[in-house]
């Protein structure tokens, strides 16, 4: 009896050790998978995401456009600034006007325009807008409007008599 007593002792002690060596395999373990490898395996997921990410998606919307690059959010207006006389003159009558060409009435030669601005303005719009003998209609320079055509007129006018 006392020999199955000392054996059942004995078990005891071994199981007891056996349980402490547990105990200490597992406290290492879990001191291996720490916070900071949990973190580390975040970061290189993330990395590995970053890489293989497409290098863009195709913006379907304005909205869409304006999120992915907020330069386009608000476009510089474009203010045309009308032209003044003087430049309506420069780019669109001077080739004639001012060298005489074709027979043009030179800017400044009051003779000649003296009896052209008798005629009156309407007269010379007129000429001017829609062509007279050698001047093409607007100077050749469709794009221009009435009013830059007008201030061309009174310009050379202005200047010649
Ligand atoms: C390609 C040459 C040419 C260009 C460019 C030109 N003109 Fe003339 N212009 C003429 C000629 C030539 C005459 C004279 C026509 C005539 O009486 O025989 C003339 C005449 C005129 C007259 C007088 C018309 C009249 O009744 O006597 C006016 C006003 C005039 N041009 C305005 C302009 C204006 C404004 C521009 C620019 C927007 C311009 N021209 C550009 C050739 C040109």
Redesign the pocket.
Known sequence: MSEDKKIIGDLGKVIGVLVLIAVVISVIAMSLVSDDDAARAAWEEKQVLNRIKPLGELATTTEEAQKASPVLAEPEPIVAEPMTAKQ??NT??M???TTG?????KIGDIAEWEF?IA?GND??FE??TKG?????P????SQ?TDE??QA??SF?VNNSQ
């Open positions: 309506v003159y669109a009558c080739a004639c006007h060409a074709a027979g043009a009435p052209r005629q007269v010379l000429h001017a007279f003998k050698g001047m093409p607007r100077g050749g320079s221009l830059d055509v061309a007129i050379m």
